[in-house]
């Protein structure tokens, strides 16, 4: 499989009244042509910012401290400003979990599904225009021509979060980034929606990051799951091993805690406590003050990330890899 993006040891930190808050800690992860990657874990795990930095999406008061992230050749943390405009928007997109706020509220939304061709220089403004009619009507939006001229307000929640994917479809990206693009909307909307996710992947042969909180959902659409707990990956699996052999304590926890479509009748099992407070992170393995397999070790020595196959990668001092 031809390898699109190749991250290596990325580190980012944010600068706070509080003290350094190392959001990403040293993580490698390499996505495929046309594989879906779900990046998962709680508020605050790091997994928005491990992505949106490599585009340099991230508050001003962060920084990226060490790492590469190759795509398609080039290493996108050395592009310059105007290069990095060059790839964003057309080799790589991105959706948000706020199409309100994502979206111009003075703009029609036709234009600005066109808006990113004509910036790219894909096509001349009528060609365009035609473009954009097609891609709202292919993301669901009835009556496309004549709700181009419609504004933001104008539409539901879920309609705008289709405008929002026909515009990260406008340039026919290779990448795709959603991150939450479903949480903000209610459950019948959400599943919608992934399913127009999921048609268009296959479509346009595109690579998909998937950042969520929500690892059900994640399991549907993703090939491959990464877990993310205080700014590491603690796992990472094939979807069908972390279904039937998750490894992790914290990936065992999030299984347990949301809700698989037809799991009626299933017991659902919050993880205790709370995500660790970013500027103090406990010592050994993070997770251990949450974990009820916690052992003397625990906490005094990190858990390497280790392969315990070919494609299962967990940190956790229960199980026993080869060291990388
Ligand atoms: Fe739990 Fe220890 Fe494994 Fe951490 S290393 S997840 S505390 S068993
Ligand atoms: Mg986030």
Redesign the pocket.
């Known amino acids: 499989m031809m390898e699109l993006l190749n991250v290596n040891n990325l580190k980012v930190e944010f600068h706070r009244v509080e003290g350094i808050v190392k959001a990403v800690d040293g993580i490698s992860y390499k996505l495929n042509k046309g594989e879906s990657l779900g990046i998962v874990g709680e508020s605050g795990s790091g997994k928005s910012v491990s992505v949106l930095s490599l585009l340099r999406l991230i508050n001003r008061n962060g920084r990226i401290v060490d790492g590469e992230a190759i795509f398609l050749g080039k290493d996108l943390l050395k592009l310059n400003k105007e290069e990095l405009r060059n790839i964003r928007g057309k080799d790589i997109s991105i959706i948000f979990q706020n199409p309100m706020t994502s979206l111009n509220p003075i703009i029609r939304v036709g234009i600005q599904v066109m808006e990113p061709i004509i910036w790219h220089r894909l096509m001349k403004n009528e060609e365009a225009r035609e473009r954009a009619i097609e891609l709202l009507e292919r993301v669901g939006i009835p009556e496309s021509p004549k709700r181009f001229l419609n504004y933001p307000f104008q539409f539901s929640g879920g309609m705008r979060q289709r405008v929002m994917i026909a515009m990260a479809l406008a340039c026919h990206p290779k990448l795709l980034i959603a991150d939450e693009p479903t949480t903000a909307l209610d459950v019948t909307i959400q599943a919608q929606i992934m399913e127009l996710l999921q048609e268009l992947k296959e479509e346009y042969g595109m690579s998909v990051i998937f950042i969520t909180h929500d690892l059900s959902v994640a399991t549907n659409f993703c090939d491959r799951i990464i877990t993310m707990y205080a700014g590491k990956i603690v796992e990472e699996a094939p979807v069908e091993e972390i279904l039937k052999t998750p490894l992790?304590?914290?990936t065992k926890g999030l299984l347990n805690s949301t809700l698989e479509i037809g799991s009626r009748g299933k017991k659902l099992v919050p993880i205790p406590g709370n995500p660790p407070n970013p500027t103090k992170h406990p010592s050994g393995?993070k997770?251990?003050p949450r974990?009820s397999?916690?052992?003397e070790i625990?906490q005094r020595e990190e858990?390497p990330l280790v392969n315990i196959s070919e494609n299962h990668r967990v940190a956790?001092?229960?199980i026993k890899g080869e060291s990388k």
């Open positions: 992790h304590p914290y393995c997770f251990h974990c397999f916690a052992m625990c858990p956790c001092h229960l």
